[in-house]
């Protein structure tokens, strides 16, 4: 059984930082693409980054140069650091495993101004 458990989120200032953790279990995490997403309040779910088995990553424009996607195979866990964060970045992150088609349930993140 597929789980996918984010961690980190929280109430944090305009300018601050927060590292998001997710943890996979019940598949081979190793060669698994691993996609942070979010869904700020009335809007829809957006791509935030992307990073591949082999480490290759993608992210969106609008987080470009301030969030960092990573992943750790021996611990079967994938980060988003986030800094310089912005009222705009205030959503529910979630945690999405391509190769499986299987979300974590999310994790609200709260920038203040």
């Known amino acids: 059984q597929v789980q996918l458990v984010e961690s980190g989120g929280g109430l944090v200032q305009a300018g601050g930082s927060l590292r998001l953790s997710c943890a996979a279990s019940g598949m081979i995490f190793s060669i698994n693409t691993m996609a942070w997403y979010r869904q700020p309040p009335g809007k829809q779910r957006e791509l935030v980054a992307r990073?591949?088995?082999?480490?290759?990553?993608n992210y969106a424009d609008s987080v470009k140069g301030r969030f960092a996607i990573s992943r750790d195979n021996a611990k079967n866990t994938v980060y988003l650091q986030m800094n310089s964060l912005k009222p705009e970045d205030t959503a529910v992150y979630y945690c999405?495993?391509?190769?499986?088609?299987?979300w974590g349930r999310g994790t609200q993140v709260t920038v203040s101004s």
């Open positions: 990073i591949s088995s082999l480490g290759m990553t």
């Open positions: 999405y495993a391509i190769a499986n088609n299987y």
